[in-house]
């Protein structure tokens, strides 16, 4: 304990005589230019940490499973937001083509060690690697995202979209409307 004291002292100490050292000699307008730059510059981060606390509290979520009328059982992240498979990525290899513009629409889900899954086999869950670097969250090795166009949760207006965009079953497959008999021929 004695060291560790010593040690903090030791540190403290030669923080100070270093900013006392000034050896670099900035004029009064440098000095005022920087200050400014610096605030921004905390003032950025504590803004970026306070934004990125909800959002990553948020994917610590997880998947689970939720009933649809028209499609069965579909996935959603925890809050309830669908969740779809792209049929122009691969699942063998894993990979993402949903780049750019496309990415505004359907926005990844990002994939997070420790996520809660209910309802769907944890051996189907896994995570690619996008072209950036970042995780994204797989289900049965396909890539899986949200939809913009789905504005409360629960909805499944990407199902279908372009004849590319299908909600994920519990199984990792693409969603199907059910069939039965709803007085309609079941449209």
């Not at 979520?61 to 691969?90: I, M, N, P, Q, S």
């Not at 944890?122 to 939809?147: C, E, H, M």
Request: proline share 5%; charged share 20%.
């Amino acid at each position: 304990m004695r060291k560790i004291v010593l040690t903090l002292a030791v540190a403290a100490a030669a923080a100070l005589s270093l900013s006392a050292c000034d050896s670099i000699d900035l004029t009064k307008q440098d000095q005022a230019a920087e200050a400014p730059a610096a605030a921004a510059g905390t003032e950025t981060a504590a803004a970026a940490a306070t934004s990125a606390a909800p959002s990553a509290a948020a994917n610590v979520a997880g998947v689970k499973v939720h009933e649809d009328a028209t499609l069965g059982k579909v996935v959603t992240d925890w809050k309830g937001w669908t969740l779809y498979r792209f049929e122009k990525d691969t699942p063998k290899p894993p990979k993402s083509n949903c780049e750019a513009d496309c990415l505004a629409k359907w926005p990844y889900v990002p994939y997070v060690e420790n996520m809660k899954i209910e309802g769907v086999d944890q051996k189907l869950i896994g995570k690619v690697t996008r072209g950036d670097g970042s995780l994204q969250l797989t289900i049965n090795s396909w890539p899986a995202y949200r939809f913009a166009g789905d504005t409360k949760v629960g909805e499944t207006k990407g199902q279908g979209v372009g004849g590319v965009w299908f909600a994920f079953t519990p199984e990792g497959k693409k969603a199907q409307a059910v069939t039965g008999d709803s007085g309609n021929g079941g449209y």
